[in-house]
């Protein structure tokens, strides 16, 4: 796009007829056009080959009209520099002419630049006090002593428009914008006054849509008729909306009212299909041949009431879940959840049939989100020489900070999670116990490099290990923990050399990435830690290379990992791993 400040300097009223010579008639080749600019470069020079009219002729087709057009460049090349700030330009022009081609080329000395003097920026109204707008005058980007470059000066209007629009200044107007040159053309003023007027408030919100009671998405609404008006505002309920699981479309509406200097908003909702199936059959380097069916009843009700169940089966493990969700006060962020689930374990030193049971409340606020509750389970299991039919009634509590910028394709993400949990005997639980696990992840990515560290840490308090089920010992490895060993196959063993898991969990991960495509990377880690009952841990080390595609529905990782412990991994393992990161 041609930066503009002067209109170009030719008159077409003024200029030679554009009729072919009889060259053309006689069937001579025509002299072709080649121009160059020399002492301009990048914008400059992009810039300058757009103003240059000469530039746009491919052939002398009438050598009167071609030379009035190079002659013209002078001027245009002049123009073309002034919106960079240099209105000294000095333009020289040489044509080298032969039959077959004509050589135009341009040599530039742009001279001093005009560079701003005084500089008053000044915003008036009601939103003359708010944070945004006096962020953006101390931003404003042309500072005393700067090269005038008009470009700058016109994006600044433009983001006072967009603040105008964002917080509701509909009535925003410039009473002064204006740049005052020197006579030397080396010095400017520049004073801009913006008055932003009364600000908008929110008027009434209307929601359209038929499938659930209205205020049900009612409470999706974030903000208060007679509040000031923001556009983040609706964003923001427009976004939850999308996410709440019901909606497909959301169309919004909302045009300012100049009589009484309301904002009214309207929405339409267009439901997405009310039950969803979802069928996947792979394998896992960890659990064989598998197969998932997943079901999803969007709202049950027209009290936006939720219910789903998640079938999964594989050689070493089957697992049947239902969950009932309730939307609490706030949609968007808040429910209450009934749940239940069976599971089977049949993998090496691990038995395990397992039941449980009970609610729970999650809410969010931001990147943190809090769930509590309390749920019964019983396990019949055997590991190793241990084994038993426990029944326990466990209260639970879970806190995680999640921050990322693409969840399909993190390039900056922190993941900090930690749990709590326990049983006792007085209290409809077979074994007393205190669980605390903790976890943590970062992710960073500059350029083609990406390093992920992650890190974890967990600890369980109980009189006789040798009671706790299953479900609530430690075990380690595997392709989420540390690769180059089966999964869950680090852990303590009993004098049958079955591996008992532990009572304590460390493990560390530390991982870089190559991308030599945008969304193809080679990979190198080492991983390392233990599950473990003992006052010390034996740590182990997990290291090798990886090939990641990042997807459109998400990251697939292929590692190979060597473990260099040998009596639990001596060898080389592949771990196939599809999905998020976090």
Sequence with gaps: MRHASAEKNSSTADAPSTAETSAEDKGKPLPTITVIVNGLADKQLENAKQYLEIDDEKQVKNPTYSEYLIAQ???????????????????????QRTPALWTVTYDVERGKPVRADKVVIRIEGEGEQQDVYQQLVNDYPIKTGDILVQEKYKDFKGELAKLATTYGYFDGHFT????????????????????TSQRYAFGD??????????????RFITYQTGEPYSAKAIANVQRDLY????????????EPVKADKTVPVDFVLTPKKNKKHTFAIGYGTDTGVRGKYDFDWRWVNRRGHQFNSKLFVSQKHQELGIAYRIPALRPATDHYQLFAKF?????????STLWNMGTAYRDVAG?????????????DFSVGNDGGNISLLTPFAALTYRHVDDPLNITRGALLKAEVTGGHESLLSDV?????????????KIKQHKVKLTGAIGRTWVNDFHHLPAAYRFFTG?????????????????????????????????EYEYFFTDSMAGAVFVDAGDAYSADKATVKVGAGVGFHYYSPIGPIRLDVGHGFDKDRGDKFRVHLNIGPEF
Excluded: C
């Design 73 to 95: 460049g002078v001027q245009q090349i002049q123009d073309s520099l002034k919106p960079f700030g240099y209105y000294l330009a000095e333009v020289t022009v040489n044509t």
């Design 176 to 195: 002064k914008k204006q740049i005052v040159m020197g006579k030397d053309y080396q010095h400017a003023d520049i004073a801009v006054t913006y008055d």
């Design 205 to 218: 919100t209307s929601i359209k849509q038929d499938f659930l009671d209205d205020d049900v998405f009612q």
């Design 243 to 254: 996410n709440s699981n019901y909606v497909k479309m959301v169309d919004v509406s909302a």
């Design 343 to 351: 599971s089977k374990d049949q993998g090496g030193d691990i038995h």
């Design 367 to 379: 990147n943190w989100e809090r769930q509590v509750g309390i749920k019964w389970q019983e396990e």
């Design 432 to 444: 007393s116990f205190l669980q605390a696990v903790a976890e943590a992840k970062g992710i960073r």
């Design 478 to 510: 595997g392709d989420r923990t540390i690769r180059g060993y089966a999964f869950n196959s680090i852990g303590d063993h009993d004098s049958s050399g079955d591996n008992i898991g532990g009572n304590k969990l460390f493990y560390a991960s530390a």
